[in-house]
Structure formats: C-alpha cells, structure tokens
C-alpha cells in the first residue's frame, strides 16, 4: 500500500528559527495535506495542495507540493512557542477518499 | 462557524459495557468519518460514509464494532461490547467529496479509557 515518510520524527525549536519538514511518498499523490495537532486535540487542517510545484502559504506556514508529486515540504518561519505540536502529512490513497497519514513530525521549544 | 462536534470528550468505562461515541459534522459536508487513534498504530479510518451511506466499513477492527449515520447532521460509533484494548482516542472528521476535494476537518476527538 501507499506509504508517507515523514521527517524529521522530532525536532526542537528556539524561538525565532526557521523549521522544515517533509514528507515523501513511494507513489504518486494529486492531493497534499498539512496538519496540525496538539495535546488533547484533533488534527487541524493547515494547509491543502492540488497542484504540483504549487507552494501555498498560510500566515508563517509555508508548503510546498513537489515537482515530482512524491513528496510535500512545510516550512515554518520565525517560530513561536505556540508552534510546538504534531505536524502531519496525509494524502489520498489511489486519488479517493482515505487518506494515508504520515507518522508526524514532533515539534518541541528547546528549553 | 461551528466545526465538528463530538461528544464526549472523555469516557471511562468497564469492560463488557456499551460506549456510544456522538458527533456532528459540519454542516453542508457530504462525507463523514469515524477514525482511532493510538500511539503505536497512528490514526486508523474505521469507516467512511457518503451522503449518510456507509461506504467502507474495512476498517472498522470486529463485529463489536458499529456506526451508523440516521441523517446528515449525526453519526453514532457503537462498540458493544467494550474491551481495554479499545481503548483510544476517536475521532470524527467531516469533508465534501467529489471532484478534487479531499480536505477532511477533525473533531476534538473523545477519549476512551476501557478498564
């Protein structure tokens, strides 16, 4: 089956770094989305893509969706504390409704 | 606007007895789902309904499993009866598919603690 590849697993941030991550996928995918989790909370839709080689932004949030369509980069600039949370990747299996999720990237301040 | 809504956010219960997990979609969305979420298996989808019909029901794990969509503002996941490997966070997400679409918005999820 599909499978996303997610990295970094986790990461610490100081206040003010930029941060990236990706995802990448052994097939093609015509749909990239980004999420965000936090405890106690369910995903929240961050930012969605539907073109390659698009890049999408959303306030600090930026994704991009590969040229080859197997794989997705969201870059996070000036980091807040606020950023910290769980950040997955997901993407339709066989262009249909169930999505395949990446195992997330962990996003902890670096005391 | 309202997202999706579920309740509760917490259940504890003892094994053998009935959990009924509630949520509300948002509204307009035509397509609702029921996944699980647990540290060693991610999020899991257990079914997928469209316009109130079950589509995929693959993974929802046994028969003690059950959901059912009565009209396109609720959805109930039943599990009857419970054990302590069911325990978890559920949750409900909401979207429009068709065409290109393929955004799914989550609830806040219901955690279930099974003793």
């Known amino acids: 089956g599909q499978q996303l590849n997610q990295s970094p697993q986790s990461m610490f941030i100081q206040e003010g770094e930029d941060v990236s991550m990706n995802c990448t996928s052994s097939s093609i995918f015509n749909t990239w989305l980004w999420y965000k989790q936090e405890p106690g909370e369910g995903p929240v839709l961050l930012i969605a893509l539907y073109k390659a080689g698009e890049l999408t932004s959303n306030g600090r949030l930026t994704a991009q969706f590969g040229i080859t369509r197997k794989d997705s980069f969201l870059n996070i600039s000036a980091s807040i504390p606020s950023d910290v949370g769980i950040y997955f990747c997901a993407g339709p299996v066989f262009n249909d409704y169930k999505l395949s999720f990446g195992a997330g990237t962990t996003v902890t301040v670096r005391a | 606007d309202a997202g999706v809504i579920q309740s509760p956010r917490h259940e504890v219960t003892e094994m053998g007895q009935e959990v009924t997990l509630r949520c509300k979609p948002i509204s307009g969305h035509n397509s609702l789902f029921w996944y699980r979420q647990t540290m060693m298996r991610g999020l899991e989808l257990l079914i997928y309904?469209?316009?109130?019909?079950?589509?995929?029901d693959s993974g929802m794990p046994e028969d003690r499993f059950s959901a059912k969509m009565p009209n396109a503002s609720f959805s109930t996941l039943k599990i009857q009866p419970s054990e302590p490997r069911d325990s978890a966070v559920y949750f409900c997400?909401?979207?429009?598919?068709?065409?290109?679409?393929?955004?799914?918005?989550f609830g806040p999820g219901t955690r279930l603690t099974v003793t």
């Open positions: 997400a909401s979207g429009m598919t068709g065409g290109i679409w393929r955004e799914q918005y």
């Open positions: 309904f469209n316009n109130n019909v079950p589509i995929d």
